[in-house]
Nanobody
Framework: QVRLVESGGGSVQAGGSLRLSCTAS????????MGWFRQAPNSEREGVAV????????TYGDFVKARFAISKENAKNALYLQMTRLSPEDTAMYYC???????????????????????WGQGTQVTVSS
């Protein structure tokens, strides 16, 4: 069973930074895909960033605009999301997710599609004030 535990959320002012962490099981950190998703009140969940555990390819949501960076540290079974230049629009619950690689139009990989991910953490709240 894959277990994911997020930490690192909090309240910051606009322009500030936060680093989210996700502790994962050994299997999740070394196989398939892992990523970060977020959900703001009255909004649908959206993909923030994902990483392919085979090769390390990363994909980001368009709204990230080079402000965030996803990374992982296998030795610590940890996934990270470094967030910089935060704005109030980034306020949301952030979730760590893990799942198998999938194929879309013959292309295999990790996508910003929440239905691809089968394990989810409880979430960590990020609040950005103006």
């Amino acid at each position: 069973q894959v277990r994911l535990v997020e930490s690192g959320g909090g309240s910051v002012q606009a322009g500030g930074s936060l680093r989210l962490s996700c502790t994962a099981s050994v299997y999740a950190i070394r196989n398939g895909c892992m990523g970060w998703f977020r959900q703001a009140p009255n909004s649908e969940r959206e993909g923030v960033a994902v990483i392919d555990n085979f090769g390390g390819r990363t994909t980001y949501g368009d709204f990230v605009k080079a402000r965030f960076a996803i990374s992982k540290e296998n030795a610590k079974n940890a996934l990270y999301l470094q967030m910089t230049r935060l704005s109030p629009e980034d306020t949301a619950m952030y979730y760590c997710a893990a799942g198998p690689r999938t194929y879309i139009r013959s292309e295999g990989g990790c996508f910003l599609l929440d239905h691809q991910y089968t394990a989810w953490g409880q979430g960590t709240q990020v609040t950005v004030s103006s």
